[in-house]
């Protein structure tokens, strides 16, 4: 695999004053040759002249967060990241890469998770590159191999995953986001190794049950909710029971034989655990007897 090397090259603006005055001395030296009539000092000067224009070429520039990879010949030379005007040979082939933070959303892809159920899934993949060599050398398009490979590792993650979790299970997409993230990065990270790229984030930007299966899946995690909602019911609903004949039996209120006490354990539960309001009902039956 080809690495980058880094590569000094001359200051730009050394060069400049160093071309300028050999410029001009070229110049000077076809006028002085022109008058003293000498073909040869003539020919001499205008090769000279010509030499210092293709030095010209040398110069180029290297923005911030920018590097230019230099190539002879289709040979690598090196890499330049110091910003700013700089001078190289001048037949080398400079071919800017840009080393700034970018990132993209990938499309919505319908995918089944690890339960089989068609869900519809798009990520955020935030990456930049760190070996100029490799990506433009190792691969064809890093930009578009950047976007295939991410994608590509955004459907083996959601056919390892759950949607949701449930009895039994661990981690699942919808309620372990940062687990999620970590694995998606380094899934992306693993493909993108060898195009000189490096991750830096990768997190989930939609998630959701296919148009197909959205509305039962709706029902299923109401008749989830419902069912905890009733047992936490019930259970504050038992305490509170439990918690009355322990009040009435410490503070002699009434002494209640087991008949009574499950007749009233049963009535309190119906008005604690019930969805509407109790009515009350006066039973006057025992002021007649």
């Not at 190539?71 to 700034?100: D, M």
């Not at 000189?196 to 148009?211: D, K, N």
């Not at 008949?259 to 655990?273: T, W």
Request: proline share 3%.
């Amino acid at each position: 695999m080809i690495r980058e090397k880094t590569k000094t090259v001359s200051s730009g603006y050394l060069m400049i004053v160093v071309l300028l005055v050999a410029q001009f001395a070229t110049a000077y030296a076809i006028f002085v040759a022109l008058r003293a009539v000498s073909i040869g000092g003539v020919v001499v000067a205008i090769l000279a002249s010509a030499v210092v224009l293709v030095c010209w070429v040398g110069l180029f520039m290297v923005h911030p967060n920018e590097a230019k990879v230099l190539q002879l010949f289709g040979k690598y030379i090196g890499t330049v990241h110091e910003p700013g005007l700089k001078w190289a040979n001048p037949f080398f082939a400079k071919t800017a890469v840009s080393t700034r933070i970018r990132n993209f959303e990938s499309g919505q892809l319908k995918v089944n998770d690890s339960q089989g159920s068609p869900i519809e899934i798009a990520a955020v993949v935030v990456w930049k590159v760190f070996d100029t060599a490799e990506a433009m050398f190792e691969v064809d398009d890093y930009e578009e191999f950047v976007q295939i490979q991410s994608e590509s590792a955004l459907r083996n993650l959601s056919t390892t995953y759950p949607y949701e979790p449930h009895e039994g299970e661990g981690t699942a997409l919808r309620s372990h986001p940062n687990e999620i993230a970590h694995a998606l990065r380094e899934e992306i990270q693993d493909r993108l190794e060898k195009a000189g790229v490096t991750v830096i984030e990768a997190r989930i930007s939609h998630l959701a049950y296919a148009p197909e299966i959205a509305n039962a899946m709706l029902r299923r995690q109401q008749a989830a909710a419902i069912i905890a909602a009733r047992q936490l019911i019930v259970r504050g609903a038992v305490g509170m029971v439990d918690m009355a004949l322990d009040e009435l039996r410490d503070n002699n209120v009434v002494v209640l034989d087991e008949e009574r006490k499950a007749a009233m354990v049963s009535n309190l539960l119906v008005v604690l655990c019930s969805d509407e309001s109790a009515q009350p009902v006066l039973n006057t039956g025992s002021l007649y007897t």
